[in-house]
């Protein structure tokens, strides 16, 4: 398996969200509160990485931040029931190997050790920079740039941005039979 097919065809898949019952029960249940006992897919190491990167790509203003909603959950519950096993694989290695390279570059035993700042400045060294090598060897551009998509599309597809910015009604939604044509 190519890691790039396996990246694309994760990427497409989080591009592809479209508002369908599946993806609305999803949204949903992103409201409640989370408990770790929940997670789907990632780990809880993981989870909390995910939390921070998500915070870093979509922070908290007069809107809310990506953990204000919940992002990491949803992208959990999506990566467990959307994405093909061996890519879901791929995904855990790759999350895992940028993980690691932070921490041995920082001399750090936990990425809850590492500060935001210092992993902000990780992530945007690596991210639209393909040019960028990491002190291992490898470049993390297209993780990165995974990371700003799950975001970006879960940001979108979550019910307070798509009821107070986007204008969504659900269906069968108000109906006016007195419009003017």
């Known amino acids: 398996m190519d890691r790039r097919k396996a990246i ?50 979509i922070p908290e203003t007069e809107s809310p931040g990506a953990n204000s909603l919940n992002l990491s959950k949803f992208v959990d519950a999506y990566v467990a029931k959307n994405i093909r096993t ?6 855990n290695v790759m ?15 936990s990425i809850k050790d590492v500060d935001n700042k210092t992993l902000e400045k990780y992530f945007s060294d690596h991210i639209d920079n393909g040019s960028m090598i990491a002190s291992n060897g490898k470049n993390y551009s297209q993780i990165c740039n995974l990371f700003r998509e799950m975001a970006v599309n879960s940001y979108k597809a979550s019910e307070y941005v798509l009821i107070n910015k986007l204008g969504f009604v659900s269906i069968p939604g108000y109906y006016d039979g007195n419009v003017d044509i």
């Not at 061996?86 to 995904?91: A, F, I, N, P, W």
């Not at 999350?95 to 035993?109: A, D």
Request: a neutral charge; one cysteine or more.
């Open 95 to 109: 999350i895992e190997e940028f993980i690691t390279m932070i921490l041995s570059s920082e001399n750090k035993k």
């Open 8 to 57: 694309k065809r994760i990427g497409a898949s989080f591009g592809a969200i479209t508002i369908s019952s599946g993806v609305i029960s999803l949204v949903q249940s992103c409201n409640s509160p989370r408990t770790n006992k929940e997670l789907s897919f990632f780990s809880k190491n993981e989870i909390n990485f995910l939390d921070r990167i998500f915070e870093i790509i």
């Open 86 to 91: 061996e890519d879901q694989k791929y995904l």
